[in-house]
T-cell receptor
Framework: AQSVTQLGSHVSVSEGALVLLRCNYS??????LFWYVQYPNQGLQLLLK??????LVKGINDFEAEFKKSETSFHLTKPSAHMSDAAEYFC????????????FGQGTELSVKP | DAGITQSPRYKITETGRQVTLMCHQT?????MFWYRQDLGHGLRLIYY???????DKGEVPDGYVVSRSKTENFPLTLESATRSQTSVYFC????????????FGEGSWLTVV
């Protein structure tokens, strides 16, 4: 079955440190991959997406992610964490014949320490 | 630029009552979705719709009913609410040819007591 795994339900970093949130998907067909961010009591906001173009994808707020087919991964990174980055992050996948139905990972809560 | 609006945003209801969560989008997107978000489960698809009058079940459809008589509206009804349906519900939509980008509403917080 197709699935998404986010390693680590909670990640804590210091302000200014590198942010790395891990996402792996399982599928033998080419995926479309997404990262969404959710701030408390709000909806999901798209950070970035991979749709079979460049493997290194840049998103909003200096986030980026790299699609690695050999590792079936789509890890999210940011060079320097800000306090405002504290939120829940979701990785999601869909495929060309799925009508846009997303399969979500369980989410990673990012905490940023001053 | 309203996008997707959900109502009510917050609701408390009693077990056994019928509840309808409304979803309205202003983009005329073909596809619409309902997800529920629960701790430890991420978001799970309840129902989706590819166009007006076309709906289909997602991963967790039991206890829910949807309809889509107009492209812009996609209401979700809990026919007889149960405590296990206490959750945050998100409506979403996607346009054809949008690179599969899905846009989410702000969510409806439902508590069943």
């Amino acid at each position: 079955a197709q699935s998404v795994t986010q390693l680590g339900s909670h990640v804590s970093v210091s302000e200014g440190a590198l942010v790395l949130l891990r996402c792996n998907y399982s599928s033998s067909v080419p995926p479309y991959l997404f990262w969404y961010v959710q701030y408390p009591n709000q909806g999901l906001q798209l950070l970035l997406k991979y749709t079979s173009a460049a493997t290194l994808v840049k998103g909003i707020n200096d986030f980026e992610a790299e699609f690695k087919k050999s590792e079936t991964s789509f890890h999210l990174t940011k060079p320097s964490a800000h306090m405002s980055d504290a939120a829940e992050y979701f990785c999601a996948v869909t495929y060309y014949n799925q009508g846009g139905k997303l399969i979500f990972g369980q989410g990673t809560e990012l905490s940023v320490k001053p | 630029d309203a996008g997707i609006t959900q109502s009510p945003r917050y609701k408390i209801t009693e077990t056994g009552r019928q509840v309808t969560l409304m979803c309205h989008q202003t983009w005329s997107h073909s596809y619409m979705f309902w997800y529920r978000q629960d701790l430890g489960h991420g978001l799970r698809l309840i129902y989706y719709s590819a166009a007006a009058d076309i709906t289909d079940k997602g991963e967790v459809p039991d206890g829910y009913v949807v309809s889509r008589s107009k492209t812009e509206n996609f209401p979700l009804t809990l026919e007889s609410a149960t405590r296990s349906q206490t959750s945050v519900y998100f409506c979403a939509s996607r346009a054809d040819g949008s690179g599969n980008t899905i846009y989410f509403g702000e969510g409806s917080w439902l508590t069943v007591v």
